[in-house]
Every structure is written in C-alpha cells, then in structure tokens.
C-alpha cells in the first residue's frame, strides 16, 4: 500500500508554473513507482531545459523528491513527496541505501538455519514464525521475505527442499507442501579430487608444459607437496 | 569419448610410455598425431623401418590399444584406441573390486583376464590354474561362473575389437542402396537412429558370436542375422566361447559411491544404503544396453539390504558407529521392510526426484539419476575451487538459464560487487560464459543486453580437460621419482635382493627406496580420486556408442 498524507489546509498551496504544475501532476501520478528523469522529458512534451528548470524547483520546494534506484546509482526516479519509494526501486527489505545489506542477510540466514536444524523439518511459515518469536529482528518479516533468505540457503546447498508426503517426520506438513531440512554439517565438507593436487588449484597450469619454463620437473608446488 | 581431446591424447600417450615402453610410446603419440593411417605412413613418419612399425602395431592391436581396420579393396589401416589405453588405468580397480566381492581367487581370475585381453574360457582357466596350482580347475571354473554372473567377465564380439566408427560404416553399408533414398530430416534422424540401435545390438555383450570368433571351428548355432546367439549368461560354460573384463563396473562403482556420499549427508548412512541397493537394481553392467525405468518391490530390495550385511559380516566388516544425526548406524542385517519403505519415501521426496512410487512398486528413472550424480561431481569440482557465491549462481543459472546480472543480484540476495567477482572468476575458469545480444545494428555496448549462460556440456569437457593434464602430471612427476632412484629400482629386481630389501640395501638407500614407494602409493591414489571424477562426468551418463 503506497502512504499518502492528507494535505494541510492551514498551509497555503504553493503557486506553480503551468510547467511546473504539469510535472507535478504527472510525478504523483506514478504514485510510488516514480518516473524516471528520461522518462519525464518524453512523457511530459516540454523543452528539456525547462524540465530541467522545473524539477529543480519542485526539488527545492519540497514537493517531489529523488531515489536513486538500487540496481543503477545514477539512475534517479522522481516521486511525490508524500510516496514511500516501491521495492522495485529500493530493491526491497534487503537493500540499505541502495546496496545489498549483505551482513544482515547472511545474519538472517544463520537465524534461519538455526531454526530449520531445530525443527528437523520445516516450512517457510515455521520458519517466519520462529525467527518472530526469537525477537531478534526489529522489524517484521513476511513469510515471503524468509522465503527468499531460506532460498539463498538452498542455492547454497545448506538445505535441501523436499516435498511433503504427510507421513511420518513430514505429519506436520501437507502432502505435497515444499519443506525445508538441513544437510547434516557434521559429515565431512566434500572434496573434490582436484583440490588435493597442485594441479587442481595451480594459476599457471594453462602454461605447464614437460621441459617448459613450467613443468613437473621444475614446479615448486610438486616439490613442497612432496615433501614428507 | 571425445577423441579430438589433446590433453587425453598426451595422457594416453603417457600411459603407454609407463607401461609398455618408449617404442610402443612413440607408434601411438604418432598415430594420435595422423588419425587413421596405414603401417607404411606410419614408417615414413617416424623413419623406422616397417617391419619395426609392423611388429609394434601387431603388439598394439593384441594389446587393445589400437583399431585395425582391414578391407577387401585397400590396405590395412590403424586408429588409436584411446578408451582402451586409458582402461589400463582401471585394471587395479576391477581387481580389488573383484576381491571385495568374491575373495582373491576371482582377484587373480580377474587379473589374468585383463593381462591377456581377452581369451577363451579354457584359456583362462588353464592360465589361472598354471599360477595357482593349490585350487583345482572345477574352483576356477566355478568362480568364472560366479564372475559372469555377476558380470565381471562379459562376451567378446567381433564388434569390440574395431573402432565405433568401422562398426557404423559396416552397418551403414550393410543397409545399402536405402542409405541413399533417404530425403528430408525425420527420415535421416529415423535412420541414425536405427543405425544407433544396430550398432548398440552389434555390441551388446549379452550374446556370443560362435560363427565368428569360434577358434575351433565349431558350427554356428541358430541365432540373428548376424550370427548372434542370445547365450544365457552363467549356463553356457563352453571351453571356446570368449570372455574380455568388463571395465565399465569400475564406472558403475563410481557412480554408487557418488549416491552414497550424497545421500549420507542428506538423510543419514541407512538412507544411503537403501539407495545404492536401490540403483544397483537398476543399474546395468552391460554398458551397451541402455537401462530402462526399472520398478522393484520394497521386499526384494530388503532381502538384497539383508544379503549384503550378512556378506559383510562375514567378511569381518561389520561396525556399528553413529552416524552423526544422533543415533546409531544400524547394520543392515536386522533391517525391516517399513524401514526400507520409510527411506526410499524420505528420499523420493527430495532431493532424489528419480526416486518415484507408484501403489505397490518403486521406479528409478535411470538417466535422471545419473544427471544427478553428474551434477553433484561438476559441483563438488567447482566449489573446490571456487568458494561462495558461485555455486549459489551456478545453480540458478542451471535452473533458470540465460540471466542479466541484474536479475541473477535479485535471485541470489547477492552485493553487486561480490556478483560481478564471482562471474569474472567463473567465466576465468570457464564454468559459464557471457552472450551479447544487441538492441540495435550500431552494437553500442549501452544498447546492448548481456546475458550469462551455463554451458553444460562445454563447462563438462572443460572440467574433463583439466582433469586428463593433472592425470598426465602426475604420472610424469612418478616418471621423474622413478628416473631418480633407477639404479635402486634396478638392483631390488635382482633375485638375490628381492624380498630381501631392507638388508641388501644400505640405511641411506633404504629410506630412498621408501620415500619412493610413498610417494608412488601417494601418487596412484590421487590418480585413482580422479579417475572416479573422470568416470562420473564422462562414463556414466553415455550408455551408447560414443564413449
């Protein structure tokens, strides 16, 4: 829902160009979403430099404001001054001045893994709910927000999502419904072969060459990993 | 397999070098060098006499390592056998396999037959029993029979002693005139297809061909068009028909424990016991003959659990340990049928999507299983070498496919800084690469959309590339050990020395000898880790003829 303030009646309206009344209109009609400053000049049909001139009244009133927009910094999006920015132009709860807070997100996925490895078997609502009664976050998260953190969990291989059959470990969740458990830290981190030879993680293995300047004979990391 | 693959070339090449020599080294660099070539262009290139060239290629081609190709209306042509030479790798394994399975007498049956190749019944026996004169020939011939069951020991055809490529020109012409009536895409891919499918029967280990590669002369039984004769495996026990060991169990080993460490790590060691049972059902060792969804009953897969524990009790491998979730292992042996039934239900529900039930029976949908254990390899390969966030991106790439980075920051919660890290290193390291799709004809770089994309296929042989030139430094790096201490090595050959080492040899010599021998255990192992990935990415998933 995009907030809106009551305007004051004890203030005055501010006296507006015809220009500057047309940009106005069609800014707060964007609502939340805003209107990019590329946009303005080809929606509004007004000579650039009095787009230019106008906007920057209307900044310095106070009647309409700049967001820059998350995924390109110079990129700014003009709303009224009363509209909360969208998530598509701050990039949502996890963007912080339009970067990626990536330390709360990582925060909150250790929370979540937390509470999947104490549940054994949980949904994406068992999860909301435990990370709400823990209070350790200040502001409420929706389901759908803890849905994606515990989706980056399962692109990171912590977790694994499986399907409810309602039977046995899974009686609490509907069958058919997606739940959430946690593969089991305790077992050794898998290994691939290439990792345990100089090979597998030599920079100059594009270069080695028998009888080159890089060769087994000569290669320094062979000599050390040899050495027992 | 890729023949066009350099890095395997050289291995092969390195291989041969190891094993069989310099002269047999030098014949088959050069004949990866032309392709296919014939005894005299293979003289004139290496400016050796032919004669020579004839005697290292007739070694060859009795060796396996090499195709010969002989026709009415030309001269004999020679191709290297890169799959056979690199075989050569695997014989170790299939006779520890062998020895895990039924003892050390189908060990040295099984080592017998990977040093002569292939060889008739009789042969075998007669051999095994020359070495081994303490066990009589009606044990070894019980134990032949134990193997072929079991399918260690699998029928030669004339089919497998020539190159993929002769076989589908044969049946190619065979078909003759209707070849060249073939007009427009379906009925060209219906008759590939169909060339696809005689050659897979050409070469399904399953039948005999006593017509043909009968030594004695015997009569051709009834059989197919071919002089195939469907033989049941375990019952004919005829002194001539012809046996080679089946490498591709090695392959198949591979794969069981690429499931077994997945599924423990998942759902615990008893899941993962059921599992592997489970794709054992399904697997087939006939690695011409493409497994079909294949459904078994909950009860026989139970029986099989309580076999293989009683197998391994008495083989003294029984230990009860926890498993790391909190409770104890249970061996096998006492397991019931709900919980047989309990884990397959845990692990068809995800992540084993291969894994289905349907009312009474279980099915394993075999090629998705194998994509499975695919993907988990090229995983385990990527996050060793490369830490988070690129798996995270690898797997919504592979989900979702070609993405802007823009969306792929969206998708995986990730800063744009570590994103753009993370490609760049990816793409280094070639696991994914990058499409430029132009918005207009001037391709001004603002106007233009990028798109990063997963190559599974190219990102495969990549990984496989690199795998082959690390197998070939370490054999080269054991080749530069073993130059080092020749003179040791030569003297511990004499009778006198051997087995005797530690007093023949002065202190100073000894701690050499054993610094070696360390080092080549150390070696062999890490081939042998990789030679799992190699049979994992390339072997497991192709069960038909280009391999």
């Given at each position: 829902m995009s907030k809106r303030k009551q305007p004051d009646s004890k203030v005055p309206a501010p006296s507006m160009t015809e220009q500057e009344k047309v940009l106005y209109n069609l800014i707060q009609s964007k609502q939340d979403l805003g209107i990019w400053s590329r946009d303005v000049n080809r929606e509004a049909r007004l000579p650039n430099k009095v787009v230019a001139k106008s906007l920057e009244s209307l900044l310095s009133r106070g009647l309409i404001k700049a967001v820059a927009h998350f995924q390109s910094k110079s990129r700014k999006h003009f709303l009224a001054s009363e509209f909360e920015p969208s998530p598509e132009i701050t990039g949502?709860?996890?963007?912080d001045q339009g970067s990626l807070d990536t330390e709360f997100v990582d925060f909150l996925k250790g929370q979540c893994l937390k509470h999947i490895r104490n549940l054994k078997i949980a949904t994406v609502d068992t999860v909301a709910d435990a990370v709400r009664r823990s209070r350790v976050l200040k502001v409420d998260y929706s389901s759908e927000d803890i849905g994606e953190i515990v989706g980056a969990l399962v692109l990171d291989n912590d977790v694994i999502e499986m399907r409810s059959n309602?039977?046995?470990?899974?009686?609490?969740?509907?069958?058919g419904g997606a739940c959430y458990k946690c593969r089991?830290?305790?077992?050794e981190p898998r290994v691939g072969a290439?990792?345990?030879?100089?090979c597998g993680v030599c920079p100059e293995v594009a270069r080695?060459?028998?009888?080159?300047?890089?060769?087994p004979a000569t290669c320094e990391y062979y000599s050390k990993w040899l050495d027992f | 397999m890729d023949t066009s693959s350099p890095e395997l070339c050289l291995l092969c090449c390195q291989i041969i070098g190891d094993y069989y020599g310099d002269f047999y080294q030098a014949l088959f660099q050069k004949l990866t060098e032309l392709g296919r070539c014939s005894a005299q262009q293979l003289a004139q290139s290496l400016h050796v006499p032919l004669r020579n060239v004839k005697n290292g290629l007739a070694g060859l081609v009795t060796l396996r390592l090499v195709f010969h190709c002989t026709v009415h209306d030309g001269p004999t042509t020679y191709t290297a056998d890169l799959r056979g030479v690199y075989q050569v790798l695997r014989i170790g394994k299939l006779v520890q396999l062998a020895h895990n399975d039924h003892g050390s007498l189908a060990a040295r049956i099984i080592e017998t037959a990977c040093n002569l190749k292939h060889c008739t019944l009789l042969e075998l026996v007669d051999r095994v029993s020359r070495h081994d004169e303490a066990t009589d020939e009606s044990t070894i011939r019980s134990m032949v029979q134990a193997l072929i069951a079991d399918q260690y020991l699998i029928n030669l055809r004339?089919?497998?002693?020539?190159?993929t490529s002769d076989v589908h020109r044969e049946i190619e012409s065979s078909m003759g005139s209707a070849v060249a009536r073939i007009t427009g895409t379906k009925a060209k891919i219906e008759h590939e297809e169909q060339v696809r499918l005689q050659t897979n029967q050409s070469l399904d280990?399953?039948?005999?061909e006593y017509g043909y590669c009968d030594t004695r002369g015997t009569r051709p039984t009834e059989g197919d068009q071919n002089g195939a004769v469907r033989a049941p495996q375990t019952n004919d026990?005829?002194?001539e028909r012809l046996l080679q060991p089946n490498l591709y169990r090695v392959v198949l080993h591979a794969e069981m424990q690429g499931l077994r460490a997945s599924a423990t790590r998942t759902h615990g060691s008893l899941a993962a016991k059921v599992l592997v049972a489970a794709a054992k059902i399904v697997?087939?060792?006939?690695?011409?003959t493409p497994s079909p969804v294949i459904n078994f009953k909950t009860k026989s897969l139970q029986k099989t659990l309580v076999i293989e524990a009683d197998h391994e009790q008495s083989d003294g491998n029984d230990v009860v340990m926890s498993?790391?979730?909190?409770?104890l292992d249970r061996d096998?042996?006492?397991?019931?049928i709900a919980q047989v039934e309990a884990s397959l239900s845990r692990l068809a529900e995800g992540p084993y999507i291969f894994i289905e039930h349907m009312i009474e029976d279980w099915y394993i949908d075999k090629s998705a299983m194998d994509k499975y254990v695919r993907e988990e390899e090229l995983f385990k390969v990527l996050e060793s070498r490369i830490p988070q966030p690129a798996p995270r991106i690898l797997r919504i790439l592979m989900n979702k496919g070609k993405l802007e980075e823009r969306t792929l920051q969206e998708l995986g919660l990730l800063g744009a800084r570590d994103l753009k890290q993370a490609l760049l290193e990816m793409k280094r390291l070639g696991f994914i690469d990058l499409q430029e799709i132009p918005r207009?004809?001037?391709?001004?770089p603002n106007q233009t959309v990028f798109l990063w994309f997963h190559d599974h296929e190219r990102v495969q042989r990549y990984v496989l590339e690199g795998i082959y030139k690390s197998m070939t430094r370490l054999l080269q790096l054991l080749d530069l050990e073993r130059t080092k201490i020749e003179s040791t090595l030569a003297k511990i050959e004499r009778d006198d020395v051997k087995g005797n080492e530690k007093q023949a040899l002065g202190q100073a010599e000894y701690a050499v000898l054993s610094r070696y021998r360390k080092v080549e255990a150390w070696l062999n192992t890490e081939i042998a880790r990789l030679d799992d990935s190699v049979a994992i990415l390339r072997d497991v998933p192709t069960v038909t003829v280009d391999f």
């Open positions: 949502g709860k996890w963007y309602g039977l046995g470990e899974f009686a609490a969740v509907p069958a089991d830290a305790t077992k290439m990792a345990s030879i100089p080695c060459t028998p009888g080159g300047v890089v060769s | 004339a089919t497998h002693l020539k190159a280990t399953s039948t005999t026990m005829r002194d697997a087939n060792p006939n690695a011409w498993n790391g979730n909190g409770s096998t042996s006492s397991v019931t207009n004809a001037q391709r001004q």
